[in-house]
């Protein structure tokens, strides 16, 4: 069976970032770039620290040699 190998993305959201507009990049994000939510870090000064996921599709050739 194969690893499975992904890819990641680091962003990070300054405090004074709403609820919803946050909500709104991680969705676009997932639909758009089909990341996935894998970390997510609430700061006390309201920032939030976020790692997202993807996973890498290795092309297998369909040719014989």
Known sequence: MAMVDYEYQRLTLPRGTSRNVAQRLL??????G?????????FPDGRRRVVLRRRILRVRSTLSV
């Open 27 to 32: 969705t676009d994000a997932a639909e758009h």
């Open 34 to 42: 089909h990341w996935e939510l894998d970390r997510l870090w609430l």
